[in-house]
């Protein structure tokens, strides 16, 4: 009885810590980085409508915007019905997802996948895996999915 509680509380623990490092919200307004948003926002766009298999790699010293950049174009790219219906978001944060494995198991719980053998994950969708925030040091060498 007193076990589950502390797994009741670890859990509820573990759920406010990923809110709050993994999500954020867009700001009002962007300045000054028009260029980096059309590109970032078409690139989305592409590869959720047309399946394309881009990456982006979004850098810049702490506090410049990368996130709030991101957190813009997921609103906008949220209020496209082609896009919507395509779009899947992964959240990871590197304070978290330490190693390859740990973003996996991460992945598979946000996708609420069912197909997980051991280390290998099996999927028949197209999906973006979003970094809000990865600190070089701990971006995985290879994510296989």
């Not at 982006?56 to 209020?79: F, H, Q």
């Amino acid at each position: 009885s007193s076990s589950r509680k502390k797994s009741a509380v670890v859990l509820q623990v573990q759920k406010i810590l990923r809110e709050r490092f993994c999500h954020h919200h867009a700001p009002e307004k962007l300045f000054g980085m028009d260029h980096q948003y059309r590109h970032l926002l078409e690139l989305l766009k592409r590869t959720t409508v047309h399946g394309e298999s881009n990456s982006a790699l979004v850098i810049g010293p702490r506090g410049s915007g990368k996130t709030a950049l991101l957190n813009w174009v997921l609103k906008e790219l949220r209020k496209m019905k082609q896009v919507r219906e395509n779009l899947l978001e992964v959240h990871l944060n590197g304070l978290l997802q330490t190693n390859d494995k740990v973003a996996l198991k991460e992945i598979t719980r946000q996708l609420q996948l069912e197909n997980v053998i051991g280390d290998k994950v099996f999927v028949s969708i197209n999906f973006i895996i979003l970094f809000a925030y990865l600190p070089q040091k701990s971006l995985p060498r290879k994510l296989a999915l």
